[in-house]
């Protein structure tokens, strides 16, 4: 976000997403597609760009 000069104050002011799903994604929770995809438009980006796989070890 900081690369492409976008704030958490104009994903809010510019309703991209709205102050909970903020909130959510400070705290790592779970997203939608629709919001992924909100976010990868306003960035200018790809999920690839923004999403990271990490393997868990099987128990």
Do not use: A, S, W
């Amino acid at each position: 976000m900081d690369k492409k000069g976008v704030t958490q104050y104009r994903l809010l002011k510019d309703k991209i997403i709205d102050n909970k799903t903020l909130d959510g994604l400070k705290h790592g929770r779970n997203i939608t597609l629709l919001t992924l995809e909100k976010l990868c438009r306003v960035l200018d980006c790809t999920p690839n760009d923004v999403v990271q796989f990490i393997e868990v070890p099987k128990t």
